[in-house]
């Protein structure tokens, strides 16, 4: 009789776990049919055409994007510096890039309907060369990826080095 009653509150303990698998797995879909892993990721994109800065040229804001059925190009802008970070945004129609400056691109890329970038890494290429994920941020719901493309300053190259009167050490000799 002992064992029989044993047996029972075992069963017993058994079903209504049983019971409670069943009820989760009933519930899990439904709760995360809202959550955004639900639609498409976005595993990465390639922006192509994105002209580096070039003295005495107007800015690009006309670039190409690989990947146009998940995302699209929802910005570009160019800021620039001369003194230290601090840019100002540069007008499309009628600035031109200068020598001396610092200039950074901005891109804004958003995802189309149904489509969402990861919170983690993805791959990002600019021109071919692999940008790291410290250069974008993806925006709180996912939905946006915002790139920046520092060039750093716009000098003048040297071509040539002429060096004159300068007059050739001699071992052990006094310099004057």
């Not at 049919?33 to 192509?48: C, H, N, Q, W, Y």
């Not at 055409?49 to 059925?69: F, R, V, Y």
């Not at 969402?116 to 993805?122: I, L, V």
Request: negative net charge.
């Amino acid at each position: 009789m002992k064992n029989t009653k044993r047996i029972i509150q075992c069963l017993s303990v058994a079903f209504l776990m049983v019971v409670c698998v069943i009820a989760a797995i009933m519930v899990a879909p439904i709760e995360s049919a809202a959550l955004p892993d639900e639609r498409g990721s976005v595993m990465g994109f390639k922006i192509t055409d994105l002209d580096k800065p070039k003295a005495g040229e107007h800015i690009d804001t006309d670039i190409t994007l690989n990947n146009t059925s998940q995302l699209e190009v929802r910005d570009v802008a160019w800021y620039r510096s001369s003194i230290g970070d601090n840019y100002t945004e540069m007008d499309w129609g009628s600035d031109t890039f200068a020598l001396g400056r610092k200039y950074k691109a901005v891109i804004i890329i958003a995802c189309k309907d149904g489509y969402y970038f990861p919170q983690d890494s993805m791959y990002v290429y600019v021109n071919g060369s692999f940008i790291g994920s410290s250069n974008y941020t993806v925006s709180d719901d996912r939905e946006t990826v915002t790139l920046e493309i520092n060039y750093g300053g716009l000098y003048t190259s040297i071509t040539a080095l002429h060096i004159q009167n300068v007059k050739e050490p001699v071992f052990l000799e006094k310099l004057e």
